[in-house]
Protein backbone atom coordinates (compact mmCIF):
# COMPACT_ATOMS: atom_id res chain seq x y z
CA UNK A 1 0.00 0.00 0.00
CA UNK A 2 1.06 3.44 -0.71
CA UNK A 3 0.39 6.73 1.04
CA UNK A 4 0.86 9.82 -0.82
CA UNK A 5 1.07 13.71 0.18
CA UNK A 6 1.42 16.74 -2.02
CA UNK A 7 2.60 20.07 -1.35
CA UNK A 8 3.93 23.38 -3.32
CA UNK A 9 0.67 24.61 -3.80
CA UNK A 10 0.07 28.14 -3.53
CA UNK A 11 -0.88 31.49 -5.61
CA UNK A 12 1.52 32.47 -8.27
CA UNK A 13 1.22 35.47 -11.14
CA UNK A 14 0.41 33.67 -14.48
CA UNK A 15 3.81 33.31 -16.40
CA UNK A 16 5.64 32.19 -13.29
CA UNK A 17 6.69 28.36 -12.84
CA UNK A 18 5.76 26.64 -9.18
CA UNK A 19 7.05 23.11 -8.13
CA UNK A 20 4.72 20.56 -6.75
CA UNK A 21 6.18 17.53 -5.00
CA UNK A 22 4.37 13.89 -4.09
CA UNK A 23 5.98 12.45 -1.18
CA UNK A 24 5.71 8.76 -0.84
CA UNK A 25 5.20 6.34 1.82
CA UNK A 26 5.94 2.59 0.59
CA UNK A 27 8.90 0.38 0.47
CA UNK A 28 8.04 -0.64 -2.63
CA UNK A 29 7.23 3.12 -4.15
CA UNK A 30 9.67 2.76 -7.11
CA UNK A 31 7.52 -0.35 -8.86
CA UNK A 32 5.08 2.41 -8.86
CA UNK A 33 3.89 4.48 -11.73
CA UNK A 34 3.08 8.13 -10.45
CA UNK A 35 1.03 10.40 -12.01
CA UNK A 36 0.06 13.74 -11.51
CA UNK A 37 -4.08 15.22 -12.51
CA UNK A 38 -5.44 18.18 -11.45
CA UNK A 39 -9.72 19.26 -11.19
CA UNK A 40 -10.15 22.79 -12.14
CA UNK A 41 -13.50 24.36 -10.27
CA UNK A 42 -16.94 22.94 -12.15
CA UNK A 43 -14.83 20.72 -14.12
CA UNK A 44 -13.66 16.94 -14.38
CA UNK A 45 -10.63 15.77 -13.05
CA UNK A 46 -7.88 15.73 -15.70
CA UNK A 47 -4.79 13.75 -16.66
CA UNK A 48 -1.63 15.97 -16.73
CA UNK A 49 1.47 13.75 -16.34
CA UNK A 50 3.23 10.34 -15.65
CA UNK A 51 6.12 8.83 -14.64
CA UNK A 52 7.20 5.28 -14.73
CA UNK A 53 8.56 3.20 -11.44
CA UNK A 54 12.38 3.52 -12.22
CA UNK A 55 11.75 7.53 -13.65
CA UNK A 56 13.52 6.47 -17.00
CA UNK A 57 9.62 7.04 -18.82
CA UNK A 58 7.07 9.49 -18.77
CA UNK A 59 3.95 10.80 -20.82
CA UNK A 60 2.28 14.08 -20.64
CA UNK A 61 -0.82 15.51 -21.67
CA UNK A 62 -0.89 17.50 -25.05
CA UNK A 63 -1.41 20.82 -23.33
CA UNK A 64 0.81 20.63 -20.47
CA UNK A 65 3.68 19.04 -23.25
CA UNK A 66 6.94 21.82 -23.19
CA UNK A 67 5.62 23.81 -20.03
CA UNK A 68 5.60 20.78 -17.43
CA UNK A 69 7.96 18.39 -16.56
CA UNK A 70 7.69 15.60 -14.59
CA UNK A 71 10.44 13.74 -12.32
CA UNK A 72 11.16 10.66 -9.82
CA UNK A 73 13.65 10.87 -6.97
CA UNK A 74 13.17 7.04 -5.43
CA UNK A 75 15.57 7.93 -2.77
CA UNK A 76 13.58 10.04 -1.54
CA UNK A 77 10.31 8.18 -2.31
CA UNK A 78 8.99 11.59 -3.85
CA UNK A 79 7.64 12.94 -7.80
CA UNK A 80 8.20 16.28 -8.74
CA UNK A 81 5.86 18.22 -11.22
CA UNK A 82 8.01 21.65 -12.40
CA UNK A 83 5.16 23.80 -13.90
CA UNK A 84 6.51 26.86 -16.26
CA UNK A 85 4.40 29.51 -18.48
CA UNK A 86 1.59 28.85 -15.87
CA UNK A 87 -1.72 30.49 -17.05
CA UNK A 88 -4.92 30.90 -15.11
CA UNK A 89 -6.37 27.94 -16.94
CA UNK A 90 -3.75 26.06 -15.28
CA UNK A 91 -5.86 27.22 -11.84
CA UNK A 92 -6.95 23.94 -10.08
CA UNK A 93 -6.08 21.29 -7.10
CA UNK A 94 -3.73 19.20 -8.58
CA UNK A 95 -3.07 15.60 -7.37
CA UNK A 96 -0.94 13.02 -7.41
CA UNK A 97 -1.71 9.19 -7.62
CA UNK A 98 0.00 5.59 -7.80
CA UNK A 99 -0.87 2.79 -9.81
CA UNK A 100 1.29 -0.71 -10.47
CA UNK A 101 -0.95 -0.92 -13.78
CA UNK A 102 0.83 -0.82 -17.26
CA UNK A 103 -1.86 0.30 -19.34
CA UNK A 104 -4.22 3.19 -19.71
CA UNK A 105 -2.20 5.86 -17.25
CA UNK A 106 -3.73 8.39 -18.39
CA UNK A 107 -7.28 7.46 -16.65
CA UNK A 108 -7.91 7.88 -12.93
CA UNK A 109 -9.68 4.17 -13.43
CA UNK A 110 -6.40 3.26 -13.17
CA UNK A 111 -4.76 4.29 -9.86
CA UNK A 112 -5.10 3.17 -7.20
CA UNK A 113 -3.76 5.24 -4.51
CA UNK A 114 -4.78 9.42 -4.51
CA UNK A 115 -3.32 12.03 -1.91
CA UNK A 116 -5.17 14.92 -0.75
CA UNK A 117 -4.44 17.84 -3.57
CA UNK A 118 -2.08 20.55 -3.38
CA UNK A 119 -4.24 23.68 -4.22
CA UNK A 120 -2.51 25.90 -7.13
CA UNK A 121 -4.14 29.04 -8.39
CA UNK A 122 -2.80 31.32 -11.01
CA UNK A 123 -3.87 35.12 -11.28
CA UNK A 124 -3.63 36.94 -14.11
Known amino acids: QVQLVESGGRLVQAGGSLGLSCAAS????????IGWFRQAPGKEREFVAYIAGSGGSTYYANSMKGRFTISKENAKNTVYLQMNSLEPEDTAVYYC?????????????????WGQGTQVTVSS
Open 97 to 113: AASQRRTYLTRESSYDY
Open 26 to 33: GRTFSSYI
